[in-house]
């Protein structure tokens, strides 16, 4: 079946440690994008990625690095220097069609993330 | 800027029909979506307007006017799993394929 694994579901970590979330799709869509989403909130953009070896910044890209080393993966590295990590964590991806303005975001379960 | 207003949250009967509504101050945008999320869910995809107008499937439809810079979703014949939270979201106008969310309006469907 094709679609978006997140690893894990759960995490938690001390403050102060980088954690790397994992995001893997097996979908051959070109655009990954990860998103943050805090409770009773809407989704905020990371970062996303159209294409292998090359990701640009989201509206809150401060305290998270990212890499696209291959079309199936986009692992999200939360640093220490976010300030607030704790949140849902959410990865997704589509399929980029030239001419096309416009394509769904197929979504991960999510990792919730918790810093103790 | 950009942004996307919906109501916090929206309650209704089961069997009955609900409006969410979106306004955005927003422009340059190619269409406006929606998607639902169950609690501790992932989003999927409900519908896209690319054009004003009304955008049926099975019991939702979606409509926008650009000139009022106005979008709804309608849900029919609600039963008890549509409870979940529903975001409008616009595709911006570059390259990019971004979506720029809505902070979501949370519907409670009652017996």
């Known amino acids: 079946d094709g679609g978006i694994t997140q690893s894990p579901k759960y995490l938690f970590r001390k403050e102060g440690q980088n954690v790397t979330l994992s995001c893997e799709q097996n979908l051959n869509h070109d655009a990954m994008y990860w998103y943050r989403q805090d409770p009773g909130q809407g989704l905020r953009l990371i970062y996303y990625?159209?294409?292998?070896?090359?990701?640009q910044k989201g509206d809150i890209a401060e305290g998270y690095s990212v890499s696209r080393e291959k079309k199936e993966s986009f692992p999200l590295t939360v640093t220490s220097a976010q300030k607030n990590p704790t949140a849902f964590y959410l990865c997704?991806?589509?399929?980029?069609?030239?001419?096309?303005?416009?394509?769904?975001?197929?979504f991960g379960p999510g990792t919730r993330l918790t810093v103790l | 800027g950009q942004s996307l207003e919906q109501p916090s949250e929206v309650t209704a009967v089961e069997g009955a029909i609900v409006q969410i509504n979106c306004t955005y101050q927003?422009?340059?945008?190619?269409?406006l979506s929606w998607y639902q999320q169950h609690d501790g869910g992932a989003p999927t995809f409900l519908s896209y307007n690319a054009l004003d107008g009304l955008e049926e499937t099975g019991r939702f439809s979606s409509f926008l006017s650009r000139s009022d810079s106005y979008g709804y979703l309608l849900l029919q014949e609600l039963q008890m799993k549509d409870s979940a939270s529903y975001f409008c979201a616009v595709s911006w106008m570059d390259s990019s394929y971004k979506l720029i969310f809505g902070s979501g309006t949370r519907l409670l469907v009652r017996p």
């Open positions: 927003t422009s340059g945008f190619y269409g």
């Open positions: 997704a991806s589509s399929i980029t069609l030239a001419g096309s303005p416009y394509n769904e975001q197929f």
């Open positions: 990625s159209q294409i292998v070896n090359d990701f």
